[in-house]
């Protein structure tokens, strides 16, 4: 059984960084789709930046892009969101998501927020 096990968060000024880790447990799918979602008090989930195995895709929203990357390390299985620049309103529970033995497009399932399996989340605050 698959489970996405989230870690990094925390509270942290305007300006400032985080790195969250996806652990991923039991994954063994070459083909899948995995990503970052958010979700703020009050709104819907968004998706913030996700990656496809099928052609090594990424995605990132446009709130995001040129501040956040996403990456990889294949051998300890976890997935990392570096986030700069951070901002009050990047404030969210972050939630990382996973759809397993699929081809779809990173775009695609950023754009998609409710399909998947789906970690517990973590808690990012930015302070102004």
């Known amino acids: 059984q698959v489970q996405l096990v989230e870690s990094g968060g925390g509270l942290v000024q305007s300006g400032g960084s985080l790195r969250l880790s996806c652990e991923a447990l039991?994954?063994?799918?070459?083909?899948?789709?995995i990503g970052w979602f958010r979700q703020a008090p009050g709104k819907g989930r968004e998706g913030v930046s996700c990656f496809s195995s099928s052609d090594g895709g990424t995605y990132y929203a446009d709130s995001v892009q040129g501040r956040f990357t996403i990456s990889r390390d294949t051998a300890k299985n976890t997935l990392y969101l570096q986030m700069n620049s951070l901002k009050p309103e990047d404030t969210a529970v972050y939630f990382c998501?996973?759809?397993?033995?699929?081809?779809?497009?990173?775009?695609?399932?950023?754009?998609?927020?409710?399909?998947?399996?789906w970690g517990r989340g973590t808690q990012v605050t930015v302070s102004s």
């Open positions: 039991g994954f063994t799918s070459k083909d899948y789709v």
């Open positions: 998501a996973a759809l397993l033995d699929t081809i779809v497009s990173a775009t695609w399932y950023c754009q998609h927020p409710d399909f998947g399996l």
